[in-house]
């Protein structure tokens, strides 16, 4: 594993997941692990093991593989309030930890997002008329 620092790591310094901020953490999560190429770990797990009597190819693919879910793994557990890197430490993988936030948080953000929702339709047609298009300004 590189000791390069990725300089976007700083966004998941300062947005720490606290529950209600799921959205906005998994976003800025993304940002991250996008400009790492370890996306695909939030959804897909790693095999437990190598396969036996794999090649050369097979095996380092394994290898990359544990190490990227490794080093997401540490994003995560970085850029989580304390109460959650506790209960989440010793997880068996990022794909797991990701489940199991997004079944904690995920539905708690559905109000917001229709409260925003809500709002802007509401502007939209104080803006542009009614909704029947009957052309009031």
């Not at 939030?42 to 544990?66: I, M």
């Not at 080093?71 to 890197?85: G, P, R």
Request: glycine share 6%.
């Amino acid at each position: 594993m590189s000791s390069i620092r990725n300089p976007l790591s700083a966004i998941l310094e300062k947005h720490v997941l606290t529950g209600p901020n799921y959205l906005d953490w998994l976003r800025n999560l993304k940002i991250v692990l996008n400009s790492e190429r370890f996306t695909y770990t939030l959804d897909k797990s790693s095999p437990d093991e190598a396969p036996t009597g794999c090649s050369f190819d097979e095996l380092q693919t394994y290898k990359d593989w544990y190490d990227h879910d490794l080093k997401a793994k540490c994003y995560m557990l970085a850029s989580m309030s304390d109460k959650l890197q506790r209960r989440f430490e010793d997880a068996k993988n990022t794909a797991d930890i990701h489940l199991h936030i997004k079944e904690l948080f995920g539905d708690q953000t559905r109000p917001l997002r229709h409260g925003h929702c809500k709002r802007s339709y509401k502007e939209y047609l104080d803006h542009n008329g009614s909704e029947k298009g009957d052309g009031k300004k």
